[in-house]
């Protein structure tokens, strides 16, 4: 067995019919399995599971919505990927760029910046 990290982008659909913006997130989910296509199958499975509504009660921005799952952005194999991840391991990672150097320290204390992440 091996492990992944599957990149999975959640969105917020609005009950109202009018889907001004695209709200969205991308959690990253650990998974174990014996190749990337069952990685692949198993982490579209567990994304699933945190689609819908709250029964209900699920609004963003004070507007009745729905979590639905979009698609898996990407699926990367651990470092040292046949041991069970601990302390220290590198799960995934992200590469990002911005346009200057003002730019990316703001990024580096947090700040708000256009990045493009690749």
């Not at 470092?79 to 990024?107: C, I, Q, W």
């Amino acid at each position: 067995m091996a492990w992944y990290t599957a990149h999975a982008i959640m969105y917020v659909k609005f009950k109202d019919g009018n889907q001004d913006k695209y709200p969205f997130w991308e959690n990253i989910i650990l998974i174990e399995a014996t190749s990337s296509d069952e990685a692949f199958e198993k982490a579209e499975q567990r994304a699933k599971e945190d689609e819908g509504d709250s029964r209900g009660s699920f609004t963003h921005e004070g507007r009745p919505a729905i979590r639905l799952f979009a698609g898996l952005r990407r699926l990367v194999s651990c470092v040292d990927a046949e041991e069970r991840p601990n302390h220290g391991t590198e799960l995934t990672y992200s590469e990002m760029e911005v346009t200057s150097k003002a730019d990316f320290e703001k990024l580096v204390n947090g700040e708000s910046v256009m990045v493009l992440y690749e």
